[in-house]
């Protein structure tokens, strides 16, 4: 596990943490992302998969979604938390870990991720920026393909994403695109699309990008619900690939009214939208959820590291 250092100032030493994501998926890059702005106070070291970590051992990590990690952390003694980010049907993997946590959204329906080591759900990992730019234009495609085979990821760009790219673009005006698997594929199907911008979620701010953007239309994942909710912003799902895809927007649905995207020049799904209009997140009762899941889970790694033999 090679790791990039964020160098510190001049100064007292700080406790360094080791941030471990999986880069192939978007809600692991945007878990991480999110819970690392809340310890700017650290010395943050974002880690990647495959070597043997390089310098100083951490005084403590934060592992999402890799169990590999977490368990090479725990056989060097280096306290772990592990968050599993993503929403998933199935039950949740054994990891080595002083503390598991499960990002949920308090509010959304159904049974909790079954875990056999009783993580603890977080709440929604809010974005640190909770409003939207004054000035929005364009639209935001937020495309997650992980778990999926390539070949698929190849045929829905090309059938859904592409026709989708060229309404947003002569709606809007341009079209940011965000994925974080099947590069080849998405970029290929949207090359012919003038004002399209393709970004690969690892090398982008898409929190950013959502504040800038008028339409917002994504995966069903926890990044999009968290997003839309936190900025109370509309939302239409893209079609659901796979069975986690499939069950979070059914259960998303059964509280806000998130539509799925059929035909591309289907004008509800672009601008205006009406003036006045409630936000469907009205009907997401905020006392159930009070988007601090980010600092809960922030709060963990900082315990461990200021005192790990507290746990």
């Known amino acids: 596990m090679a790791v990039l250092s964020v160098p510190s100032p001049n100064g007292p030493v700080r406790q360094r943490v080791l941030l471990v994501d999986d880069a192939r998926q978007l809600d692991s890059l945007t878990a991480r992302r999110r819970v690392a702005a809340h310890l700017a106070e650290l010395e943050l070291v974002h880690g990647e998969e495959g070597a043997a970590p390089e310098g100083p051992c951490p ?3 934060l592992v999402c979604d890799v169990p590999g990690a977490a368990r090479e952390l725990a056989e060097r003694e280096v306290p772990v938390v592990y968050l599993h980010s993503g929403h998933t049907a199935a039950e949740l993997p054994v990891t080595t870990a002083a503390i598991r946590q499960v990002h949920v959204p308090a509010w959304l329906p159904g049974p909790k991720p079954v875990s056999r080591e009783g993580a603890q759900p977080t709440g929604v990992l809010a974005p640190g920026r909770l409003g939207r730019d004054r000035k929005r234009s364009g639209s935001l495609l937020l495309f997650s393909a992980y778990g999926v085979s390539g070949g698929a990821a190849e045929v829905y760009a090309e059938l859904t994403l592409r026709p989708l790219a060229e309404e947003a673009v002569r709606r809007t005006g341009r079209c940011d695109v965000v994925y974080d698997t099947g590069a080849e594929g998405v970029r290929e199907a949207l090359a012919p699309v003038e004002g399209v911008r393709v970004h690969l979620a690892r090398e982008v701010d898409a929190d950013a990008l959502h504040a800038a953007a008028e339409v917002f239309l994504a995966s069903p994942t926890l990044t999009a619900v968290s997003l839309a909710q936190a900025r109370r912003a509309p939302l239409t799902f893209l079609p659901a690939l796979g069975p986690g895809q499939e069950d979070l927007a059914r259960r998303t649905g059964q509280v806000v009214p998130v539509g799925t995207v059929g035909d591309p020049a289907e004008p509800g799904l672009w601008p ?7 936000s469907p997140w009205s009907a ?3 006392a159930a959820d009070d988007l601090r899941g980010a600092q809960r889970v922030a709060r963990r790694v900082r ?3 200021l005192a790990p033999t507290t746990f």
Not at 272 to 278: A, D, F, I, K, L
């Open 272 to 278: 205006p939208y009406g003036q006045g209009t409630r």
């Open 303 to 305: 315990q461990l590291a």
């Open 284 to 286: 997401v009762d905020a």
């Open 59 to 61: 005084h403590a990590a």
